[in-house]
């Protein structure tokens, strides 16, 4: 069975970092495309970052040079570092994996990720 | 980026009706492979989003067939042939052609009357 577990998430001041892990079960996270996805009240659905089985990484513009996108192929485990954060960064992260010529068939949970002073 | 519009934003139905919400991309979604990579997930109260149908029209794996989807080049359709409980919720479409620049809609929030 697949499953995406998240963790990581928490109340963060403006500036600080945090990392979110995405435990992955029932596939391997190398051999797939991984997506980070957040969810925001009153903003709804944003992509945020992507990274490709080959190890190409992508990211929102609202991002670019703050997160990093990353993965542990011994934990099969999927990683979003998050640095100089903000205000509107606070969102539900979640991963989820995309199938080629499917999408973003599986989700996580999500963790929740609010930064204020 | 590509603008994903839903309509209607709220959708008050009763049981057993059908249902039907339109999504309107800004631009088409017709990829240069031919494939047309528009999706619908669902999302219940407190649950992550779901994939629903992808490609426009084909159903995810366990997805029952009360689900529709159809469209083509930037209008599209998710019909449901018979509102249950279990399909409240918010519906959102998303768009994968620019990939890896996912788009989504801003949801629509089905309800029971």
């Known amino acids: 069975e697949v499953q995406l577990v998240e963790s990581g998430g928490g109340l963060i001041q403006p500036g600080g970092s945090l990392r979110l892990s995405c435990a992955a079960s029932?596939?391997?996270?190398?051999?797939?495309?991984m997506i980070w996805l957040r969810q925001a009240p009153g903003r709804g659905l944003e992509w945020v970052s992507v990274?490709?089985?080959?190890?190409?990484?992508y990211y929102a513009d609202s991002v670019e040079g703050r997160f990093t996108i990353s993965r542990d192929n011994s934990m099969n485990t999927l990683y979003l570092q998050m640095n100089s954060l903000r205000d509107e960064d606070t969102a539900v992260y979640h991963c989820?994996?995309?199938?080629?010529?499917?999408?973003?068939?599986?989700w996580g949970q999500g963790t929740l990720v609010t930064v204020s002073s | 980026d590509i603008v994903m519009t839903q309509t209607p934003l709220s959708s008050p139905v009763t049981l057993g009706q059908p249902a039907s919400i339109s999504c309107r991309s800004s631009q088409s979604l017709v990829h240069s492979d031919g494939n047309t990579y528009l999706s619908w997930l669902h999302q219940r109260p407190g649950q992550p989003p779901r994939l629903l149908i992808y490609?426009?029209?084909n159903r995810f794996s366990g997805v029952p067939d009360r689900f529709s989807g159809s469209g083509a080049g930037t209008d599209f359709t998710l019909k449901i042939s018979r509102v249950e409980a279990e399909d409240v919720g918010v519906y959102y479409c998303t768009q994968a052609t620019q990939f890896p620049q996912y788009t989504f809609g801003q949801g629509t929030k089905l309800e029971i009357k």
């Open positions: 989820a994996r995309i199938t080629s010529n499917v999408g973003t068939d599986y």
């Open positions: 029932g596939f391997t996270v190398s051999t797939n495309i």
């Open positions: 990274i490709h089985r080959g190890g190409q990484t």
């Open positions: 490609k426009i029209s």
